[in-house]
């Protein structure tokens, strides 16, 4: 064989040799390559760290909380100092949504409102670059690394921020630095009420915000939008009031010791309800009057009925006046609804002292009377009747009545004193007989002068049941025509 043919195939036995070596070593390189990038990301390791398929960058999404602090760049700063220190007032907007209004004491003077705060202005030291101009938003965790405007409510009694599930507080940051900082809180503030037109009332509450530190001169406050700054929900109400209207206004407040300082106002309009207090109170001391008026229709004798009737209703206008003023606080100024309640107790009150009136002046007729009967002079033997001294006869009270008499008293003499009666009723009248001098009543023999006169004691009782209730009504046209 010649020497080239021998190199030929030599040349060919390693080539193919060679292409089968190639053809084998790939799957084993392959399946070693494959567990390695497995191994790689498991393990966070690289054998070849100088291949670049293998060889990974580090993912930044994945620490949240160290790349907005990078971004912000918020340990190049100090966020003690307010932004802009030294220059202007720096602008800070606000409105709110109140959510509800919670609870109006009339005996502490107070209100109890929840809402939504929030807070607008702008801070460059927060600016950060951002290609699509996306906002960032955070928790209250990064609100305390931060500056923000230290608000306070004046004149609040409590407040504090709700932190159910987590602290209802929000803070979001825009490319150019623009913050808002919202937080949702509930406060009880004083409301200085006039109650001398209760409960027939309007009241004007207002919750005030103020910076406790910034004066005006290192922040200016104001609303946002102006009125439009405010807004409420449509459901709130409150069980004894009406809820008239909310505005806006801002003022200037000055402390002698640290200056002026913006503060801005949340009033509202309360009218009262006055159902509630018609049912509860004007109703049944109006029906304790018309019942002391039933007194009149007694008859004076019944003494049984009429004291109690009238004690009754004395203590039942106690008890409604007593009720009233437990539920309100102790100002030293009559309110409306006493002014009600006290003329309504004088008119009870004078209902009893009618029938004292009445049983006083019967008792002290009774008395003349007896004493009268005592002094006339016996009339026996008599011809001419003209010679009687009585113009008339009289009655006496009945023994279940009075008690004063246990009898009813018969004079038969020629002049027959009797008691007449008509149509079976006894008569009302009394007859009194005067003297006309008083010597005559030592000599009872000699012929005298009688002066006689009617007196109805029901005359009281008749008057009064027409003076009472019409200056009862007059008195309730007057006061409704004032305070409605």
């Not at 966070?44 to 993912?59: N, T, Y």
């Not at 009687?388 to 003499?413: A, R």
């Not at 007859?431 to 023999?445: E, I, K, M, N, Y």
Request: with cysteine; charged share 20%.
């Amino acid at each position: 064989m010649r020497p080239d043919a021998l190199l030929i195939i030599c040349f060919f036995g390693v080539f193919c040799r060679s292409s089968h070596l190639k053809r084998g070593r790939p799957l084993q390189t392959q399946n070693q390559i494959r567990s390695k990038r497995e191994s790689y990301l498991v393990g966070g390791r690289s054998h070849s760290s100088g291949s670049p398929v293998l060889k990974r960058s580090s993912d930044m999404t994945k620490f949240p909380v160290t790349k907005s602090e990078q971004l912000l760049r918020i340990d190049d700063h100090d966020f003690t100092m307010r932004p802009g220190f030294g220059g202007p007032a720096i602008p800070v907007g606000v409105d709110v949504q109140v959510e509800s209004l919670d609870k109006i004491s009339e005996v502490d003077m107070d209100f109890t409102m929840t809402l939504y705060l929030r807070h607008y202005w702008k801070d460059e030291r927060l600016s950060f670059p951002s290609n699509k101009n996306q906002s960032m938003t955070f928790d209250s965790r990064l609100v305390k690394k931060i500056w923000v405007p230290d608000m306070f409510f004046v004149h609040s009694k409590r407040s504090f921020t709700h932190d159910t599930t987590t602290d209802n507080v929000m803070l979001r940051v825009y490319p150019d630095g623009k913050v808002l900082y919202s937080l949702r809180v509930t406060v009880t503030a004083m409301c200085s009420m006039d109650l001398s037109r209760f409960p027939l009332d309007t009241q004007t509450c207002s919750l005030e915000i103020e910076s406790y530190a910034y004066t005006d001169d290192d922040l200016m406050l104001y609303w946002k939008k102006g009125n439009e700054s405010l807004q409420t929900d449509e459901r709130i109400s409150v069980s004894q009031f009406l809820i008239q209207k909310f505005h806006t206004s801002t003022k200037l407040a000055f402390y002698s010791s640290t200056g002026w300082y913006n503060r801005l106002y949340i009033t509202f309009t309360l009218r009262r309800h006055i159902f509630f207090f018609l049912l509860q109170t004007y109703f049944p001391a109006t029906l304790m009057v018309m019942l002391s008026w039933v007194s009149f229709w007694i008859d004076r004798r019944a003494v049984p009925a009429r004291v109690p009737l009238g004690i009754t209703t004395v203590l039942t206008m106690s008890t409604i006046i007593t009720g009233v003023n437990a539920s309100m606080p102790r100002v030293s100024y009559i309110k409306a609804v006493d002014i009600y309640l006290w003329v309504s107790f004088v008119f009870v009150f004078l209902s009893v002292i009618e029938y004292a009136a009445v049983n006083y002046l019967s008792t002290v007729q009774e008395r003349k009377e007896r004493k009268l009967r005592e002094r006339l002079p016996c009339t026996c033997g008599l011809t001419h009747p003209d010679q009687m001294m009585m113009s008339s006869s009289y009655s006496d009270m009945d023994v279940n009545t009075t008690g004063n008499y246990g009898m009813q008293e018969d004079i038969n003499t020629t002049g027959n004193y009797s008691i007449p009666e008509e149509n079976g009723v006894q008569r009302e009248r009394i007859l009194v007989q005067l003297a006309l001098s008083g010597d005559q009543d030592t000599h009872p023999g000699n012929p005298r002068a009688y002066n006689s006169m009617w007196i109805d004691t029901h005359a009281i009782d008749k008057y009064s049941r027409v003076i009472f209730p019409g200056a009862y009504m007059l008195f309730n046209i007057i006061y409704w025509a004032i305070y409605l």
